[in-house]
Nanobody, 119 residues
Framework: VEFVESGGGLVQAGGSLRLSCTVS????????IGWLRQAPGAEREGVSCISGRDGSTLYGDSVKGRFTISSDNAKNTVYLQMNNLKPEDTAVYYC?????????????WGRGTQVTVSS
């Protein structure tokens, strides 16, 4: 089981970033892959999730209309395109895998990538 997360960084408010998460050790069609985030002093928050089986997606209310999740099954990679970023999006973003293809719960976690949005 391996995660390779990338794409975090520092961006000004209104800017964009794209996070990538490549996973190995899984059958991609049988899992769900999600992005969650945790800001300092806050609880972990679900951002988005995609089913490896049918590509169905879920989004947290705070990111709907600004973030888009997608996957490249051939590359075992999930992307999170984040547009119109706001300072409140600042957090460590974690890629996670659930061992069922529906976005229900997560069993494995990456180490996270920092996203910082300046005002």
């Amino acid at each position: 089981v391996e995660f390779v997360e990338s794409g975090g960084g520092l961006v000004q408010a209104g800017g964009s970033l794209r996070l990538s998460c490549t996973v190995s050790g899984f059958t991609f069609d049988n899992i769900a892959i999600g992005w969650l985030r945790q800001a300092p002093g806050a609880e972990r928050e679900g951002v988005s999730c995609i089913s490896g089986r049918d590509g169905s997606t879920l989004y947290g209310d705070s990111v709907k209309g600004r973030f888009t999740i997608s996957s490249d099954n051939a590359k075992n990679t999930v992307y999170l395109q984040m547009n119109n970023l706001k300072p409140e999006d600042t957090a460590v973003y974690y890629c996670a895998v659930g061992m069922v293809s529906a976005c229900i719960a997560y069993d494995y976690w990456g180490r996270g990538t920092q996203v910082t949005v300046s005002s």
